[in-house]
């Protein structure tokens, strides 16, 4: 018996093909004490690399929600925001 595959068996936890490739970005600015969960397309993301520094803060990658979800809890910060924009 072969087993079974994506496009037999479907997706398991409903999410589209599209949700599954989705990057999501948290913005730490401890100066003002706060993260922010931002889309991968959001126009807040900066397109090119920028300096980051612990006052300042920086932008962080996660290749899923959960991950970010979880690093927002770490990072520090108590203010934890979803952008207002791409309401992610």
């Not at 599954?20 to 004490?33: E, F, G, P, Q």
């Amino acid at each position: 018996m072969a087993a079974p595959s994506l496009a037999t068996e479907g997706i398991s936890s409903g999410a589209s093909l599209y949700n599954l490739s989705m990057t999501y970005w948290i913005h730490v600015a401890h100066s003002i004490d706060r993260v922010t969960l931002h889309r991968d397309r959001c126009s807040e993301v900066p397109s090119t690399q920028t300096s980051t520094d612990y006052w300042g803060g920086g932008w962080y990658d996660y290749p899923d929600k959960e991950r970010a979800l979880a690093a927002m809890e770490q990072a520090g910060p108590t203010d934890q925001r979803r952008c207002p924009l791409c309401k992610p």
